[in-house]
């Protein structure tokens, strides 16, 4: 065998071992079309959030909604937005609608724990600090549900602590594929 024989059978192994791998991840990473098994131990996908808030001042949003997407990888992402809240607070609880980002974990059978960071920005567009909120929900048994509880803060520019104490309910929905047709 000559020397560029064996350098093409060197090079379609590599491209052979190549496809395969690409092939084994773009099958892996399918979403499972009715393992309602898997999705009741993870959170991958798009959930539509009814959030009560209890403990805050007077003026304060009492509720909003969000969409929170969860990645596979533990990372997620949040909008969120809530009724305008009383003259003179927009400053503390920020601009809606908010934009968080985060970290989810599985804690237990059907259970997980959350952390979301949301940046807060003045009706003037400055920055006026960060929100914290950590969550613990439970699926439900056929993965379609999660309810829970969060606790709140919320820092300024300087990361000091304005406001603690505050929580509440969490109630969502997973969002289902709509295919046309």
Known sequence: M???????????????????????????????????????????????????????PSGFPLGYKSLITFDSAGGLVQTAWAPPVAEGLAGLVGVSPWIGHGEWIRTGNREFALTVLIPRFAPTGKFAGIAKARSSIRLNETGREVEGIFQGDIFDVDGNLVLSGFGGTVHATRLQLEPLR
């Open 2 to 56: 000559n020397h560029n024989m064996k350098t093409n059978k060197a090079i379609y192994g590599l491209i052979t071992v190549a496809a395969s791998a690409v092939l084994l991840t773009l099958i892996g990473a399918q979403p499972n079309p009715g393992g309602a098994q898997s999705q009741t131990q993870q959170l991958g996908g798009t959930w539509s959030y009814t959030v009560e808030v209890t403990g805050v």
